[in-house]
């Protein structure tokens, strides 16, 4: 393939060349990269790029998806199995539709969400101004301690009870301490939200990642 790549467009060649060898030379630590098998790019690179497959498992909306339809479902059983979970959706591309999912599946436009500022370590979906979430949803953002650079927890709680967030993204992107999930569940009930594990953080309990966010509504019992 990178010989048929080469000879039809030599300048992209280079510059996939060129990002290769950058990416080799440099650790990366962002949470949504990974540095991927060659198994996981020849999956990628194969002829399943020629497919489109809107819908799900036995309810597409085009001809052709035998085999799209015994991967995806493969896939999922895979996800449930790995999480111990009873359903596992396999399609979101990024973390970005993944928060979509889930805000969709717990709130309504309009409603109040709170989430970590952008500079403060926080992602784009979490309410940031410069994000559709924060024209979808009234957004209300908290921030680190200035002096410590961690979480300051009562004034987070007084920003809860103060705009009454239908839910609280307790998450980072950016952000290296451990992250106190107990605190913002408490927070979270206080106030009648939900409550977000969203991105790769540290807790007491090891990592959440967006892969594996569980939703809690802390009203009720659990609902993931």
């Known amino acids: 393939m990178a ?7 030599p300048q992209i060649y280079e510059l996939i060349r060129q990002e290769q060898a950058r990416q080799s030379g440099s650790i990366r630590l962002i949470p949504s990269e990974n540095y991927v098998s060659k198994a996981v790019m020849l999956a990628s690179a194969s002829c399943l790029t020629n497919k489109y497959a809107e819908g799900y498992p036995g309810r597409r909306y085009y001809e052709g998806q035998q085999v799209t339809d015994l991967i995806e479902r493969m896939a999922q059983e895979r996800v449930k199995k790995i999480f111990k979970a009873d359903h596992a959706n396999v399609q979101p591309y990024s973390g970005s539709i993944a928060n979509w999912a889930a805000y969709l599946a717990l709130v309504n436009p309009g409603d109040t969400i709170m989430g970590l500022s952008l500079p403060h370590g926080g992602h784009l979906t979490h309410g940031w101004k410069v994000s559709v979430t924060s024209r979808i949803f009234s957004s209300v953002q908290y921030t680190v301690n ?4 961690r979480f300051d927890y009562d004034k987070i709680e007084q920003l809860a009870k103060k705009h009454k967030p239908k839910i609280i993204i307790s998450g980072a992107t950016a952000y ?3 992250i106190d999930f107990e605190i913002f569940g408490q927070i979270a009930k206080d106030v009648g939200a939900c409550q ?29």
Do not use: I
Not at 3 to 9: M, N, S, V
Not at 197 to 211: A, D, I, L, M, V
């Open 3 to 9: 010989d048929a790549l080469e000879q039809y467009d």
């Open 146 to 149: 200035p002096d410590t650079g």
């Open 176 to 178: 290296p301490r451990e």
């Open 196 to 224: 977000r594990y969203s991105s790769r953080c540290r807790s007491r309990r090891g990592w959440h990642t967006q892969e594996s966010r569980t939703l809690r509504r802390h009203s009720l019992d659990h609902l993931t």
